[in-house]
């Protein structure tokens, strides 16, 4: 069973500057875990670590023989900055594995070194999925931003070509509680809101209303870049306003 979503991964060229932007400019606590992940997985490893929701992960690669340094320049090479996974956790990864498999998901082999299983993203509606050990990262307990104290990821936004379609995935797929499917007439999207036991939500998302400008920007991602995470919501105090800000690839919406 799954029972928590700890962390979304973003995958940074410039592991120095986006630990900087994150713990400077947003203020937020950052743990940077590189004098052991570099050594044991090829990789720079910092996580973002507010309170509330899931927490950020930066991921860079820094040896080139490892598979994870592999993993992520290739997706860099490909891809550029931007959102690399979404990080699930169960109690045994491997047995999870099993019952993933039964449910016709790509899992993949256990790739060398590493904590947990990979679903791949073709099983998933463009989303890599790893599944680690519960508590695979400890969590401070009380940690605040700086002002204005942004939150951790209240809401992973996945683009669909039909959300109804994917919420059968995560509902039935991962064995995650979904929401029934619902016009958001005022972005002009179907939405499914799908529940992990622990972290923020995710909304499925399929353009419904091509008049909503919301909508118009979750079709032009499909279309040049397929189905995937499209955004990470955060929540900030104070008066902020609604700001949609590209930060090292990925999208992040931040509202009061």
């Known amino acids: 069973m799954i029972t928590a979503m700890p962390r979304i991964a973003i995958a ?41 929701g899931s927490n950020i992960e930066i991921m860079a690669p820094a040896n080139p023989t490892k598979p994870l340094s592999q993993a992520l320049q290739k997706f860099l090479d490909r891809r550029g900055d931007g959102i690399y996974a979404l990080m699930l ?11 993933l498999l039964g449910r016709n998901l790509k899992v993949l082999p256990k790739m060398l070194g ?13 989303v890599l999925i790893r599944v680690y050990p519960e ?37 039935v797929g991962l064995g995650l509680r979904a ?27 399929s353009p419904a209303s091509l008049s909503r400008p919301i909508a118009q920007n979750v079709a032009k991602f499909l279309n040049t870049k397929g189905e995937g995470i499209y955004s990470l919501q955060l929540s900030a105090e104070g008066d902020v306003g609604e700001v949609d800000r590209l930060v090292f690839g990925a999208r992040l919406l931040i509202t009061n």
């Open 89 to 99: 956790e169960a109690a045994d990864p491997d047995a999870e594995a099993e019952v």
């Open 12 to 52: 940074v060229h410039e592991f120095d500057s986006a630990v900087k932007v994150f713990r400077d400019e947003f203020g937020m606590p950052v743990t940077d875990f590189s004098d052991q992940t570099v050594s044991a997985l090829g990789a720079h490893v910092a996580m973002c670590q507010p309170s509330g």
């Open 114 to 126: 590493a904590g947990g299983r990979d679903i791949h993203p073709s099983s998933t509606h463009g």
């Open 135 to 171: 508590n695979s990262v400890s969590q401070p307990n009380d940690l605040v931003s700086a002002p204005p104290n942004y939150s951790g990821i209240n809401k992973v936004v996945i683009a669909t070509n039909d959300a109804s379609v994917a919420a059968n995935t995560y509902s």
């Open 179 to 205: 929401d029934k499917p619902r016009l958001d007439a005022e972005r002009g999207l179907l939405s499914v809101f799908v529940h992990p036991p622990e972290g923020g939500v995710i909304d499925l998302v």
